[in-house]
Structure formats: C-alpha cells, structure tokens
C-alpha cells in the first residue's frame, strides 16, 4: 500500500493531481482544499495517500494533512458515502468545520458539499456524532500550508475572493500560499492579487 507520495506536481486537474516520483506518474485524487495548497507545476510536494484497491482499478487518495485523511477515512465508513462523496465534504468543509458542524448537529452546513443531501446530512451526522469528538481538527502535515485561518487583512482577502465566486476552501488555501511567501503582514491588495494568480493556475 502506498501511505505517502513525495514529488513533483506534473499537472492539476478537477479533482485529481498528477505526481512525479522518479519518472512515474502516480494519479492522485485530491479535495479542492489540497488541490489548492498545491505548488504550481514543476514545484516538489507530498502528500499523504490513501490507497483504495478494487476489482477493477487501484485509486489513490492525497491529502495535504493528517486530519484531512482521517476524516477521509471515517467518511467512507458511513453508508452512502464513497471516496468521491467524501472529497466533496473535505472540499466544502475543513477538519475543523466538520467537527463542529457535527457537534451542532448542523445538517445544512453539511448539505453544502456537493452529493450530500438532507437525508445524507441526518445519517452523517447520526452516526458521527459519537465519533466527532475524538477526530481530528486542522493541522500542519505534508510540507503543505494550513488553510488561513480568519484574521484580518487575511481573512478580508479570503472574502473578497468568495465574493468574486471562488469557494471558501480553495480562497482559504490561495491566501496561504500567499502569506507564507509574502508574510503575514503583507498588504490586502497583495494578497488578493496573489490568491487571484494562484487559482488561475
């Protein structure tokens, strides 16, 4: 089983990456959260993998931290609720967010990740309700930066990214890469253009 993969980002996609490690290709599934935070092309990366073996394919899995992967694997534990299920939760709401979100029994929230209906949200957050609390929140992990979290001129480029219709996680993820090359004290106007720069990519 492959747990973790260290290469160079060959090419992003909807939903998938391609990683470099030695020559080969490996196909690696990722939640717009870890897409995100990706280098651009040619840019060295790891990522935490989680392999999934069928009848018909092998499907690898990356995530940019632990608590992401674990919260993969919970996922798919619940009925109605497989690997490209379970990305579109990771996508829509952060280790953090799910936490919560289950703590309080928020169904909407949940209802906001693509593939989840209502009947979908009781059941998740039925039978993790339990469980949630032992689980993980965000993280450092897999030499990628953590979502930012709400602070400032940080956060108010984060909004002004959603508000231009990107998704709060790829925003979030598209700040980070900004702040941890311009810094934290970098001015709004350089945060947004550089987030901008980095979801064009």
Not at 88 to 108: C, F, N, T, Y
Request: hydrophobic residues 50%; charged residues 20%.
């Amino acid at each position: 089983m492959i747990a973790k993969l260290r290469g160079v980002v060959d090419g992003i996609e909807d939903g998938r990456c391609v990683i470099d490690v030695g020559g080969v290709g490996y196909l690696v599934f990722c939640s717009t959260r870890t897409l995100g935070a990706l280098p651009a092309a040619a840019g060295v990366t790891s990522l935490l993998i989680e392999t999934q073996v069928r009848e018909d394919a092998i499907a690898l899995y990356g995530f940019a931290t632990g608590a992401e992967r674990e919260w993969f694997r919970l996922l798919i534990t619940v009925q109605g609720v497989g690997a490209k299920v379970a990305l579109g939760i990771l996508s829509a709401l952060s280790p953090d967010e799910l936490v919560a979100a289950i703590a309080r029994q928020d169904k909407a929230a949940l209802t906001r990740a693509p593939g989840v209906g209502p009947k979908l949200a009781v059941r998740l957050v039925t039978e993790l309700r339990e469980k949630a609390g032992a689980m993980p929140g965000g993280g450092g992990g897999a030499d990628l930066p953590a979502p930012v979290a709400g602070r400032g001129h940080v956060f108010d480029a984060v909004s002004a990214l959603t508000n231009l219709g990107y998704r709060r996680a790829e925003a979030e993820a598209a700040v980070a890469k900004v702040v941890a090359e311009a810094g934290d004290d970098a001015a709004i106007d350089v945060l947004i253009r550089g987030g901008l720069k980095a979801l064009a990519r």
